[in-house]
């Protein structure tokens, strides 16, 4: 269990425009975002000596980042294979790499030509191999194929309805147009997410997270070190990984997962609150992996915003907007504000945590819950100020 | 015309479930020293991580556990003709769970818990692939 409540910092963030077509490659991409955080920071290149990425085969290794901005010497350098359940994982790393004096202050970063280049969630390949040979020869082959199947087990199981996967759709939509960031700022009502286009049921267009060109760094050391930084530092009070048994071949199968309705987020849950010391009554806002509009409903039941089931409910209604009593994915989130596989959602955490998240502050705030990952596996951090 | 769906890339521990669909007959391991039943295959059991085991046959029978139906052809050029067709997830009675197709049946009228049996769809002289329809 993680034992290093607030004693390593989150000191700087850095991001890149996010399109649809950059017009750039992957590293550069990298290294601007990484620039940007190190500036941020107040720091220089020559600060830096650890970084910790994730991948899908579809970014450059840390050493290419480290090589193209000019980093003197980098200690550690890891890049995970792995989806968005990493997005958190890999800020927990950076603070463990940092306690075993392996490096001091490392950038965590995710690049990405998520719609110009290789499309996460469109094509896979199509040759069936290993576990996919059990799964792709059915037409069974995309992750919003995929996660619509576990969203469908949550309305046998509950009743869970489209009108309350809907507000979650609605409610992020209207959180993006106050976001300069975000991809898509047009506003929609229910009756739009109602009539988008059925693409794999019980999943509407609107129900599935944007494809983005960009990339994020987000820049950890010692709080200690932090607080003398430019900017007031955000604390990493607790976080987990993990997902129990039957995490699956690969990050598609769930073939042996047991209940679709309840998702990686039930697993971590004691581990995520013992570290950080708090609970669900202590988190005032909270940035949760939205690949998919019903990823939501199973984290917030899972980590024990409310009971299981209850999580359609919940989402309905305001709670999870501007004002209500846990309002989420506040710049937009995966569905509005694009998609850097879950890190653009520890960006959007610190900027609300110092307070400058202009137009769409959420006021007095102390605590952020954020997570990663929305299947079998994945990551969370309890952020504080 | 070549077949230009996903085929399963055959290896040296699924080849007893393909061979077996070519011969009309599901099968599923069971572990020789524990006697657990597991889908898909593995060469360790789970529960003790023997890897004797034998192939048994499933009774072909089995419930729906969750589904969807796709309406969006992903690729197109390789699904255009198929949308809408419903994938399903399937707990055999032997209580393991096994993904595939659901057909003679409409989309819409699949519901949950519904029984289904299987029936065997060859697709290439080497694969057979295992469908399930209501029973
Ligand atoms: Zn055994």
């Known amino acids: 269990m993680y034992a290093l409540r607030n004693k390593y910092a989150i000191a700087g963030i850095g991001w890149t425009d996010f399109s649809k077509k950059s017009g750039r490659t992957v590293r550069s991409l990298a290294s601007q975002a990484c620039i940007n955080a190190i500036a941020d920071a107040g720091l220089k290149v020559s600060d830096i000596d650890g970084f910790v990425s994730f991948n899908f085969n579809d970014s450059v290794p840390a050493i ?152 994020c760094a987000v820049l950890v050391t010692s709080a200690e070190r932090a607080r003398d930084m430019k900017r007031k530092p955000v604390y990493i009070s607790g976080g987990a990984y993990g997902g129990g048994p039957d995490q699956g071949e690969d990050l598609f199968d769930a073939l042996r997962w047991p209940d679709h309705s309840h998702n990686y987020a039930k697993y971590i849950a004691d581990d995520l ?33 409310c009971k299981e089931g209850e999580g359609g409910p919940f989402v309905q209604g305001g709670r999870i907007a501007p004002g209500g009593e846990l309002p989420l994915n506040t710049a937009g989130g995966l569905l509005s504000e694009g998609y850097i596989h879950g890190l653009n959602h520890v960006i959007e955490a610190v900027q609300q945590l110092r307070g400058e998240a202009g137009v769409r502050q959420v006021p007095d705030i102390e605590t952020c819950l954020t997570t990663a990952g929305a299947m079998t596996c994945g990551s969370a951090m309890v952020l504080r100020n | 015309m070549t077949y230009a769906k996903p085929l399963p890339v055959v290896d040296v521990e699924t080849r007893p479930f393909w061979d077996a669909c070519r011969e009309g007959k599901l099968k599923i391991q069971r572990c020789a020293n524990c006697g657990h039943k597991r889908f898909p295959p593995t060469f360790y059991c789970p529960k003790c991580n023997s890897p004797e085991h034998e192939w048994i046959e499933s009774s072909g029978h089995g419930r729906v556990f969750s589904w969807i139906v796709v309406r969006h052809p992903v690729p197109r050029e390789v699904y255009a003709a198929d949308v809408p067709y419903v994938v399903a997830l399937i707990e055999l009675d032997e209580g393991v769970r096994i993904a595939s197709n659901i057909v003679g049946i409409e989309p ?21 692939l295992p469908i399930f329809e209501p029973a």
């Open chain 1, 273 to 305: 609150w013992r570290s950080a010391g708090m609970g669900p009554k202590d988190i005032d806002i909270a940035q949760i992996y939205d690949c998919f509009t019903y990823s939501i409903i199973m984290q917030l039941e899972g980590l024990g915003f």
């Open chain 2, 108 to 128: 819409e009228k699949v519901t949950a818990n519904m029984p289904v049996r299987v029936i065997f769809k060859p697709v290439t002289p080497e694969i057979t």
């Open chain 1, 64 to 215: 290419s980042v480290a090589t193209e901005i000019g980093v003197p010497a980098a200690r550690y350098a890891n890049d995970f294979l792995s989806g968005g359940n990493a997005a958190n994982m890999i800020v927990l790393t950076a603070a463990a790499v940092i306690e075993a004096g392996l490096a001091e202050t490392v950038l965590c970063y995710r690049a990405m030509n998520g719609r110009s280049g290789f499309r996460l969630g469109g094509g896979r390949d199509l040759s069936a191999y290993n576990i996919t040979q059990f799964t792709a020869p059915f037409g069974w082959i995309t992750y919003p194929q995929a996660m619509a199947m576990w969203c469908r087990r949550h309305m046998i199981e509950y009743g869970t309805n489209a009108e309350q996967l809907g507000e979650i759709a609605v409610t992020f939509r209207k959180n993006a147009e106050k976001n300069e960031r975000a991809m898509q700022r047009d506003p929609i009502s229910m009756a739009d997410y109602m009539n988008s286009r059925m693409i794999v049921e019980p999943f509407r267009m609107l129900d599935i997270c944007l494809e983005t060109d960009g990339a």
